[in-house]
């Protein structure tokens, strides 16, 4: 439905009829606006005074944060394996281009290319990915005194939280830690 709204916007997917031999995939990660939420539930759950186990879990859980970089994570897995395994093109787009887009493409980009798991590499990714392609870090981490607070998103703490993710399941992979 997001989808179909952005589209008419002039945002959204491209048009399959102009396409041959096109696979859509839907990755269903959420807009900022929700990420914001769940980042606010995680630190409301980093705050908790002297929570049980079951407690800290269960609104861990319901902050969804983990679900979050889950998303991600398979959406990057995906183009990564596209690429690599199943020989294809992959065309990978957000509404605008500037949050998903960069969180999806730099992690495969890291998972496919060893280049980019050292510290130098891993530089050149956030310069290419990120910075050259207009991520809007002002508004998304609110730097400024006049940010909007609605344009504010963890996105690129998303993005660092799924490399730190990564090194951890495969930490000889990563130059850095």
């Known amino acids: 439905i997001n989808a179909v709204a952005n589209r008419a916007a002039g945002k959204g997917y491209e048009n399959e009829d102009y396409y041959s031999n096109i696979q859509f995939k839907f990755c269903s990660i959420e807009n ?4 914001r939420g769940s980042l606010q539930k995680l630190l ?11 407690q800290y879990l269960n609104a861990l859980d319901n902050s969804s944060w983990l679900q979050h970089i889950k998303s991600i994570l398979d959406a990057a897995i995906l183009i990564a394996r596209a690429i690599e395994v199943e020989k294809k093109n992959v065309l990978v787009h957000c509404s605008d281009g500037w949050d998903r887009t960069a969180q999806c493409c730099s992690l495969a980009s890291l998972l496919l290319c060893p280049y980019y798991r050292s510290i130098h590499g ?5 310069e290419k990915e990120w910075l050259s392609f207009g991520h809007k870090f002002s508004d998304r981490c609110g730097h400024t005194a006049t940010s909007d607070s609605k344009e504010q998103s963890p996105i690129f703490l998303q993005f660092i939280e799924s490399v730190w993710q990564l090194s951890q399941i495969y930490p000889t992979a990563f130059e850095f830690n």
């Not at 900022?32 to 990420?35: K, L, P």
């Not at 409301?44 to 079951?54: G, L, Q, S």
């Open 44 to 54: 409301e759950t980093c705050e908790m005074k002297n929570p049980t186990m079951n």
């Open 32 to 35: 900022i606006h929700i990420m």
């Open 122 to 126: 891993f530089r050149v990714l956030i």
